[in-house]
């Protein structure tokens, strides 16, 4: 069996974490990707740690499986050269530069779509290629404040808080994956390559979602709701005896359910309370009641009878609860490889399962330039 982009060649001149985490996934289907540094590895991550292992760190290994490694001076007419000669046997070029960088490398969209009409180009920058704010540089954190998801993470207490991970990076390196694919399905159609322009911004914006809607709806402010929904209740957090657990009750069949398991039915049938938007309008009534009931057991009392109900429940758990799950062991999230300067590494698999094309570690994160003697002999170029 062959992954499903097998016959794709990507040219990867990104770093950090959006480009890279896109081009992992795109790696992840079978696709070639060439990963480009600049000579000596020019990609930050290599030294973001700890924890290092043997020198190689945690955070450059997350976001680069199946990939080759080159090294190439753009700062040189002969790395320019080198670029435009792989474009020309190349199906995706993907790279994180500000705003205008690629134009002055004279690698530009214009330019390598003379060199390759069917070229698929995606640009990633932090707030796009146009508009006022084209030319500030995008940070992951920045873009959490400015994008409105601080505003809603959180408490009153905690005030605005990030996401525990660079969301806005993952977010966008998933749209670009999306956006190459379809454009790769719609070259089979046309014959033809297109630009992408892809945003942090845009694309932590559009995980607003349902919050960013019931703004344009209503024209009130979201507050940070901490571990509340804005439009579902109760959907949220409660202390038991001996920690905390997640309630989400989906339905109105669900909260007479569980209003069962608490023995308090008669909560169901408050006109407060029976219907969801009643809940959500009268939810600082309805919460006390529910948290006082939960305080008088543990949570895994709690959570056996809510299972037994059919009513969503789950545990708050820690990376390493995560990393010791038997379901996530049984859908193999957790892949261990060898790596050749690492050693033996245990890394997060890919949650993408494929039926004919499954998808396998093809080749561990490669060192910078590590395959620059394999590329070169291949498009024989000139060293």
Known sequence: MTGALENIRVLDLSRVLAGPYCTMILGDLGAEVIKVEAPGGSDETRKWGPPFQKDVSAYYLSANRNKKSITVDLKSDEGIEVIKSLVQESDVIINNFKSGTMKRFGLDYETLTELNPGI???SITGFGETGPHKDMPGYDFIIQAMSGLMSITGD???????????ITDVLTG???CIGIQGALL?????????????SLYDSAVSSLVNVGSNYLMSGKVPT????????????????????????AVGNDNQFARLCTILEKPQLSTDERFQTNPDRVQHREALVPLLQEVFLTNT?????????????????IHTIKDV?????????????EYHHPTAGAIKMIGSPLKLSRTPVTVRHHPPDAG??????????EFKK
């Not at 990393?323 to 859908?331: G, K, V």
């Not at 590590?370 to 498009?379: A, C, Q």
Request: hydrophobic residues 35%.
């Open 323 to 335: 990393a010791n799950d038997p379901q996530l062991q049984a859908r193999n999230m957790f892949i």
């Open 174 to 176: 998933l749209y670009a």
């Open 224 to 247: 940070a709701l901490g571990n509340h929904h804005a439009n579902i209740v109760p959907y949220q957090t409660f202390r038991a005896l001996d920690g905390e657990m997640v309630i």
């Open 186 to 198: 719609e070259r089979t159609l046309s014959g033809k390559g297109q630009k992408l322009d892809l």
């Open 299 to 315: 949570t895994a009392f709690w959570q056996k009878k809510c299972q037994e109900n059919k009513i969503p429940c789950g545990p």
């Open 120 to 122: 698929v180009y995606c």
């Open 156 to 166: 009153e207490e905690s005030g605005p808080q990030k996401l525990g991970v660079a």
């Open 370 to 379: 590590e395959h620059n003697e394999d590329i070169v002999t291949r498009f």
